[in-house]
């Protein structure tokens, strides 16, 4: 279980209104079940990615606390969260000149067995023989990274999974696979999987639906109930104009 307790994540003003302070994540109580699938979503800049940073420990908490199975983990450094469980996978996955994804795997799974490598690739739906190999450098697809990144977190087996719009870049044909992976993770592993997305699969697959705006909760629930509040943040675009359109850049 996981238990935002009056959380803020502030920062100091831009130079303009210089002395001030701005809270980006301002008081935010909540708490994650077990084995529950959630659904982060809101505007551009509400503070989705800062609240996921905060629960990894990439952000630092400014105050209020954070607690992991009755554990608070608000001063822990991201390796002692990774270590008791908590995994982040990068809206922005970085790249590495000279790594391999093989590597890569190694590296976050500690496992330097190849058949077990090619078992996780499998289990990800990802073709070993065309990725394995493969750079995480600059010359990968948008797409590519964030696959090899979603991968690379399942592998790590963890029971508390974010992810950070992981379908952005990704081919409107891996969203489904991709929600269907991640369910079929999580009531494998009874893991807790938080996905930060305006993705309607991924709201649509989730138990509950968190909206975020202006750092936050401005509404948890099932995604009926979410659905007026999008609406009116002009979240879910897709709702008039995008439904039945193909067009990656709507929405869907
Ligand atoms: N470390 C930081 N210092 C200053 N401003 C930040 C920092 N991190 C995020 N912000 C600002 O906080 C707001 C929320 O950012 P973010 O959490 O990335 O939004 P979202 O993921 O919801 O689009 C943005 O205006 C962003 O520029
Ligand atoms: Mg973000």
Redesign the pocket.
């Known amino acids: 279980m996981l238990e935002l307790k009056n959380l803020y ?1 502030t ?2 003003e831009s130079e303009e209104n210089s002395g001030g302070s ?1 809270n ?2 301002d008081g935010i109580n909540f708490t994650f079940d077990d084995g529950k699938f959630y659904a982060i979503t ?12 905060l629960i990894m420990g990439i ?1 630092p908490v400014s105050k209020g606390s954070i607690i992991y199975d009755g554990v608070d983990i608000s001063a822990l450094t991201i390796t002692e969260r990774a270590g008791a469980g908590i995994a982040y996978s990068f ?1 922005q996955p970085a790249r590495f000149k000279g790594i391999t994804f093989r590597d890569l795997l190694m590296i976050a799974t500690g496992i330097d067995d190849e058949n077990k490598i090619l078992n996780i690739l499998k289990r990800v739906g990802i073709c070993p023989l065309s990725f394995l190999d493969k750079e995480v450098d600059a010359k990968l697809s948008g797409g590519e990274i964030k696959k090899i990144e979603l991968a690379t977190t399942i592998a790590a087996n963890p029971k508390l999974a974010i992810y ?2 992981p379908d952005t870049g990704i081919d409107l044909w891996t969203i489904g696979p991709m929600v269907s992976l991640l369910k079929k993770e999580l009531a494998e592993s009874k893991a807790t999987t938080i996905v ?1 997305s305006h993705n309607r699969s991924f709201l649509e697959a989730a138990d509950i639906v968190i909206i ?1 705006n202006s ?1 936050r909760i401005a509404y948890s629930g099932n995604l009926e109930g979410a659905m007026p509040l999008l609406d009116d943040l002009s979240v879910c675009t897709y709702r008039d104009s995008c439904e039945g359109d193909s067009d990656a850049g709507c929405y869907r």
Do not use: M, Y
Request: net charge positive; aromatic share 4%.
């Open positions: 994540f920062v100091p701005r980006i994540i809101g505007p551009n800049g509400s503070g989705k990615t800062s609240l996921a940073k952000n809206q950070d719009e930060v975020i750092g």
